[in-house]
């Protein structure tokens, strides 16, 4: 079945450095692809998407690629801050009516000043 | 804004305990969700509701049961809890078709003694 790998945690930076969480996925279709973030004590919150290859999903100054050669869809942000220190899950979704989502297991991000 | 709301925080209850966990959503959103979020394991889902009265089984149904009487209500129920039970547990919502973007609660962490 479908699945997403994302790297190990935690990743632990100071702040403005560049950060990099690897993201791969198996599927069968053209799957389209969510980064989520969750806040300490929050649930989870939608940073970016994206649908279908070589588009480029962004917000808040994270960025990823769908990289369909690859099957990935690495999360970047050129220069961290404390208030990025999160969990962050990547996630695919088949495109089905129900609208399902296939989570990783979540990478836990800690900036230190 | 979307608010997805879930009864209660922190929920502590005994093993063979009936539990309700209760989630509803003020967005008229026809799709909601229930996930269980371990450390190592991310999130899996374990029911969804496409609308009133339907339910579908997720990945690791077994010991859970739903009930969705209205559509901005969605609960959880343990019919007889067990330690293995012990997690997060958290609701999402969304409108129907494809690829739109899942609202998630806080979250509600139940435990098991």
């Known amino acids: 079945g479908d699945s997403v790998t994302q790297m190990e945690g935690p990743v632990t930076l100071s702040e403005e450095a560049f950060l990099t969480i690897n993201c791969t996925y198996t599927a069968t279709g053209y799957p389209s692809l969510f980064w989520y973030v969750q806040y300490p004590g929050e649930g989870l919150q939608l940073l970016l998407k994206?649908?279908?290859?070589?588009d480029k999903g962004s917000n808040k100054g994270f960025e990823a690629t769908y990289r369909k050669e690859t099957t990935s869809f690495h999360l970047e942000k050129g220069s961290v801050q404390v208030s990025d220190s999160a969990v962050y899950f990547c996630?695919?979704?088949?495109?089905?009516?129900?609208?399902?989502?296939?989570f990783g297991t979540g990478t836990l991000l800690a900036v230190q000043p | 804004d979307v608010k997805v709301t879930q009864s209660s925080r922190y929920l502590v209850k005994r093993t063979g305990e009936k539990v309700f966990l209760e989630c509803v959503q003020d967005m008229d959103h026809e799709n909601m969700f229930w996930y269980r979020q371990d450390p190592g394991l991310g999130l899996r889902l374990i029911y969804f509701?496409?609308?009133?009265?339907?339910?579908e089984k997720g990945d690791i149904p077994e010991g859970y049961s739903v009930s969705r009487e209205k559509k901005e209500r969605f609960s959880l129920i343990l019919e007889s809890a067990s330690t293995n039970q012990t997690s997060m547990y958290l609701c999402?919502?969304?409108?129907?078709?494809?690829?739109?973007?899942?609202?998630f609660g806080p979250g509600t962490r139940l435990t098991v003694l």
């Open positions: 509701s496409y609308d009133v009265k339907m339910k």
């Open positions: 994206a649908t279908k290859a070589d």
């Open positions: 996630a695919l979704s088949d495109g089905g009516a129900t609208n399902k989502l296939i």
């Open positions: 999402a919502s969304s409108t129907a078709g494809v690829l739109n973007t899942q609202y």
